[in-house]
């Protein structure tokens, strides 16, 4: 693991560490203010990162609550002391009278952590006062999200506020006319982390499966224990601790602008590659569009690691970010990959073990016909079977034989 990986997940049983691995980042990131980084398509992104814990009903979904306190713990520092400055003047709009002068909102009143049970209006607002600083929430189940669709509000209002805060130079707010009233358009910076059960899950997002949502958050999963299991044991958190993170948290709050990141830049093109070699091979477009999104989260976790590290980078940050993306698009293939299916074909035409490579399903040399019955065993249109071995030959996965029939070429043989 990256250095500060290998801190933050250093107290965690090992049953857990893939839930905190992942779990770092939106507070991580959080602590960036104004800072931009280049994606491998020439748009420049802020490390908007969202995390969703999934597991079974006391399977140790608050494992992720003591690593993200101590990161956390500047921001709600200051935090506390403007949340006293906000006290005190709402006492003192409560206490002036009718006809007394009234003092303006104070200003610098940046609070970033959340409380909960925000509505929309105080959300607005905390964006307003944020001065382009990260929002950041932590929901202990995912339904206290729904305080943020606002009086007469519907769930699609905070689906809404999840898609454009993924997206660059987004916009959102609302107009009062009242001057007591929050008034205002702003960029959202929002980065949160939230848990929940699978059942919870799949029904909190039934109706936006094909959405948005979904492709824009990371996901993770702590696996079900064996019965009569020992309890997980935990390492104590100390100074040393708090202390050996510090740098890494400085590193963040110090940096501005736009960061070229080489490494991470590098990794996200390979990935990319990669990822459509996978979904040409298994002819899943379900798997295709949500690595798309997939690729963009895994990047931006990259440059926060690069930025935190003080731009280190070597093969220990490849391999964690590799993982952390096909990590992500396992959880989200095993969650919702057979309903997002339903829903984009009209019926399941999708095999529920999740992508399959089509081309290893066939003998070195096939004909037009092996491939169609491959298809069909698969439950895949056969009619785009002719596309598939086009995109294959164009790719030099095989090659087309003078007789019409096709054959895996040397490097697939290889792999």
Known sequence: LPPMSELLVSKTPSIYRAAVANAIFPPLAAHLCKTRFRYIDNVWHEATIMSILVGGSGAGKGCVNKPIDYIMADIRQRDEKNREREREWKREMATAGANKDKSPRPEGLIIQELDPDCTNAAFVQRLIDAEGHFLYARLNELDQFDALKGNGGTRQEHFRIICLAFDPDNRYGQTRVSERSVSGSVCIRFNWNASTTLKKVRSYFKLVLIDGPISRIGFSFIEPQDIGAQIPIFGTYDEAFEEA???????????????????????????????????????????????????????????????????????????????????????????????????????????????????????????????????????????????????????????????????????????
């Open 245 to 415: 993170l510090r740098p890494y948290i400085e590193r963040l709050v110090n940096a501005c602008g736009e960061i070229d990141c080489p490494g991470p830049l590098r990794l996200a093109k390979r990935l990319n590659k990669e990822l459509g070699k996978e979904a040409t091979l298994t002819q899943d477009r379900d798997f295709w569009e949500l690595s798309q999104r997939a690729n963009i989260i895994a990047y931006l976790k990259a440059c926060v690691l690069y930025v935190a590290s003080g731009g280190q980078w070597d093969k220990r940050y490849d391999d964690f970010i590799r993982w952390s993306l096909y990590y992500d698009l396992w959880c989200k293939m095993k969650f919702f990959g057979e309903a997002i299916r339903k829903e984009n074909e009209g019926n399941n035409l999708g095999n529920k073990r999740g992508p399959r490579n089509l081309l290893e399903q066939l003998p070195e040399q096939f004909t037009y016909e092996d491939a169609v019955r491959v298809r069909r065993e698969d439950e895949r249109p056969v009619e785009q079977t002719k596309g598939m071995l086009n995109q294959w030959v164009h790719r030099k996965f095989i090659v087309r034989l003078a007789d019409g029939s096709y054959r895996k070429t040397e490097s697939k043989r290889n792999e």
